[in-house]
């Protein structure tokens, strides 16, 4: 992956298309841009993980409203509008089914913190049950050690399934929304070295043997 630096800011760093910032992808085969351990046909292999990190991270760190366009580099052998048109089917597949398994993540989390919930909320109950009951007997340095513990156990508890429904679900529907809007990005094949030549920016090069 080459990188290279011009001017301040994300946008800087990346050539523009119609104003739209493009992120760009120099192959000397397109073979390079999947995974090679893949058998599926073409349109449904996954991409190459160098090539999607890249593509997730790109996109990333662009706010998500922010229009951008996917500029994949070839040798012009490999250009043909046939080509095109199935590499745009290809990668809309790879990141839907992404996209696809974040909110099968997501929804296995949100079961489990109310299940966890449910099961804190009712350990707390009865922590809280026990201590009240403690209450009835004659103070003692015993009596209060073990009505103290009860409470901090009971409240920790409380902890996991609150920090899944505060903190845990935002990055991986924030990993949704990102796949999410790479299926409807534009995809356009360019030729060979030009990417070399004119992006400012960031610029994703293989290192994958082509064969």
């Known amino acids: 992956m080459k990188r290279r630096f011009s001017g301040e800011g994300t946008e800087a760093l990346y050539r523009e298309h119609a104003g739209k910032p493009v992120i760009e992808l120099e192959l000397k085969s397109l073979l ?3 995974d ?38 070839l040798p012009s052998t490999e ?5 095109e048109a199935d590499l ?17 993540e997501l929804k296995r989390l949100l079961d489990q913190g109310r299940k966890n919930f449910i099961i804190a909320l009712t350990f707390l109950f009865l922590c809280l049950l026990v201590i009240r ?15 103290e513990g009860l409470l901090i156990i009971g409240w920790v508890a409380m902890w996991e399934p609150v920090h899944i429904f505060l903190y845990g679900w935002w990055p991986i529907v924030h990993k949704r929304n990102i796949y999410e809007k790479i299926t409807h990005m534009d995809v356009y094949i360019g030729t060979g070295s030009q990417a070399g030549e004119k992006a400012p920016g960031y610029l994703f090069t293989s290192k994958k043997s082509p064969d």
Do not use: C, G, W
């Open 32 to 34: 390079q841009l999947f």
């Open 36 to 73: 090679s351990f893949d058998p599926a046909p073409f349109r449904e292999k996954d991409l190459d993980p160098e090539a999607e990190e890249y593509i997730y991270n790109a996109v990333d760190e662009f706010p998500l409203k922010k229009p951008l366009e996917i500029m994949i580099h």
């Open 79 to 83: 250009v043909s509008a046939e080509i």
């Open 88 to 104: 745009k089917v290809a990668i809309k597949n790879h990141f839907s089914y992404k996209k696809l398994l974040t909110e099968i």
């Open 133 to 147: 009951l403690l209450a009835t007997f004659e103070e003692s340095l015993v009596n209060t050690l073990f009505s």
